[in-house]
DNA sequence: GCTCCTCGAGTTCT
DNA sequence: CTCGAGGAGC
C-alpha cells in the first residue's frame, strides 16, 4: 500500500475547493471581463490542483478545469441530431424592408402601431452557431448547427473555450438545458493566430470566421485549446425539468445569472424606430468592436408573442437579421488591362462585372503587378472575391477556382507598352515592370501634367485630368509648360468648354504661376523625389539654380538623399528636354519667394517633432493640419513607429491609434492638438 | 550587412 | 492604406 492511493475527505475538499476557485476566476475573466486576481495567481491555483491531481489520478472528474483538453484525437466527428431544429434566420438590407418585417408582424399580432412592439436586438457575430447541452448544471455536449437538424459533435473542442462553464453556476438551473449561442474568434485574437501561423509557415486564415470554423472542426483538441476562440449565448432550445422567464431579454439575464456569456451589446429597444436607432449606433461602434459582425438581429421579446408569430418553413417570424451591405463579394473578371502611370510603371487593372460591395459599385481593381497576378493565379473569366478591408480600396481577395470556365490564359505583362509601343524592362529584382518610351510616351506624359497640376504640386485646380487628357490628345500641349501658352480661343473650341470655363481655365493658370520652390521641384516629377525631398532640396540649396547644378556627391550631403536618388535628380537635369521645359515655365511668370535658408525657427510645441494624423478631422482636412503643424517646425510622416512623438486622432481611427498605444506614443485628439497649435502660434 | 524607418507611388468611387 | 524600396543608423 503506497501513499499515493490514500485519498482522505481533506482531499477530496481541497481539489473542490481549488476547483470552484479556477471556475470564479474564469467566470470573471472570461464572461464578465473582469478578473478578481492577478495573471500569476490564477496559474498558481491552477498548478495546485493539477498536482493534485496527478498524485490521485481518481479525483480526476469530466468536468474539472484541467479537463479542458481531455480526449483524444477524433477520427471524425460524431453526428448529433437537435431535439429542437436550430433555424436560421430570415434578412432584410435596408429601411424599407426593416419596416416591412414590422407591419407584417404587428398585424399578425392585431397590433396597430409597429412601434408598440419591444425587440430585442443584439450584434450578429460572424461565427458559428452551436448548441450546448448542460444536464443538471454539468457541460455535457456541443454540436454545430449543421443542416438545421442533424449537426457535427464537437463536445471535445468547445470545452476548449475558456468562455464556456463548464459547470453552471446558481441552483436554480433546468435538468436539460440546451443553449444556443455563436462561438467567434475576436479580431485582436485572429491577428495573433495568424502571425503566428505565418511565423511557423502554416497557412493563414482570410478572416476571422473561417479561423473560428476551421479551429471548430479541428480532430484534436489539443489544436483548438490553442486557438483563441469565445462564445456568446443568444438562446435556448431543448428545456426539461425547469422553468424560464417569459421573455427574451429575461431568458438572457437568466442565462447571464447561470454565467453563460451573453454580448454585453443587447439591448431591449422600443418598435422599428428603436431598431434603426440600434442598428445605427451599433454600425457607427462596428470597428471599435473587438468581434466581427454581419449585421443585428432583431428578436420579438415577449415569448408570448414569438407563440403566436410561430414560423415560416425554417425560419422564426419573431426575428430577423438587418445586414449590413456586404463586404464581401463575388464578381467575375471581364478583362485584365494593363495601365500605363506617370513613372512609367505598368499597372494590371481587373475589369470586373459590377458588384455591389459595402454600398458602392465596384468595376475597377488593381492587380498591382505580375507577381500579385501570379500569386493570386488570377486569370481572365475567373470568379473572384472582392473585398474593402479597412480601407475604401477594393482588392481582389480570392479566385475561386472550382468556377474556373475551361481553357483560360495565364496572364503576362506585354513586352510593348500598350500605350507608345515602346519595350517593357523589368529591372532586376523590382517588381515593377516599367514603359522604356519615357516622355515619348503620351500616357506618362500625361501623367506627368498631371502631376505637375496636383494639388499638393502646382495646385492647378482648373486644369483637370480629363481637361489634360483632351487637351494632349489634340496636341494643344505637349508639356507642363505648355499648359501657360493656351489662349482663350483655343479652349473655347473644346468639347464641354464654354467661355466662361474658358476663362476661368485660364485664371487658375495664372493663379498658379505664384508657388513655392518645394512645390515646384515636387511638380517637376522627378523619380523618388516626392513632396519631403523636394522641401529638403528647397531648404538646403534655396535657389533652382544651385540644385540644377549640383552634383551627385554634393547631393547626397542633403537629408535623405542617397546615391540612387542623387543620381535620378542629375539624370533629370542633365536631359536637354527636362532643361528646356523648365525654362519654358520660367518665362511664363513662375515665381516663388526667396527662400531664407537660415529662417528662424519657431518656438512651438511642435518643433522637432514627429507628428502622424489618423482618422477623420471635423474642424479641418488632414492637409490643412499637416502644413500647420509644418509651419510649427513639427515633422508630418504617414506612420507611427517608436521615433513619433505624437499621434494625432480623428474619428474612426484605424490601426495607427491601436500601435501608437502599444508603443507608449502620446495621443491627442483633435482638439486637445488645436490647443496646443493655438498655444504654439501665440508664443 | 542587417534592420528599422520613411518616403514615394499607386489606387477607387462619389 | 499598403507595399516596395531607398536611406540611415548600428
Known sequence: MTKKTAITEQVIQQANDLRQQINHHNYCYYVLDQPEVPDAEYDRVFRKLEDLEKKYPELVTPDSPTQRVGAAPLKEFGQVQHSIPMLSLANVFNEDELQGFGKRIASLLDINDPEEISFVAEPKLDGLAISIRYENGIYRQAATRGDGVVGEDVTQNVRTIKSLPLNLIGKNYPAILEVRGEVYMPKK??????KRQQEAGGKTFANPRNAAAGSLRQLDPTVTVTRPLALFCYGIGDVQGGVLPDSQSAILEQLKSWGLRVCPEVQRVKGVGGCLKYFQSVNARREQLEYEIDGVVYKVDRLVEQEKLGFVSRAPRWAIAHKFPAQEALSIIKGIDVQVGRTGILTPVARLEPVDVGGVTVTNATLHNQDEIERLDVRVGDSVVIYRAGDVIPKVASVVKERRPKRTRLFHMPSHCPECGSDVMRAEGEVAARCSGGLVCPAQRKEAIKHFNSRRAMDLDGVGDKLVDQLVEKGLINDAADQYGLNKQQLAALERMAEKS????????????STTLARFIFALGIRDVGEATAQNLAMH????ETIMNADEDDLQTVQDIGPIVANHIVRFFSQKHNRDVIQKLMKAGIHWPEIDVVSAPVDSNFLDKTVVITGALASMSRDELKDKLQALGAKVTGSVSKKT??????????????KAQKLGVEVLDEETALTYINHSLRG
Open 189 to 194: 485574437g485572429f491577428y495573433l493566430l495568424n
Open 502 to 513: 474658358a476663362d476661368n481655365v485660364l485664371q487658375a493658370l495664372e493663379k498658379s504661376k
Open 541 to 544: 540649396y534655396g535657389t533652382l
Open 645 to 658: 512623438d505624437f499621434l494625432i486622432v480623428g474619428a474612426d481611427p484605424g490601426s495607427k491609434y491601436e
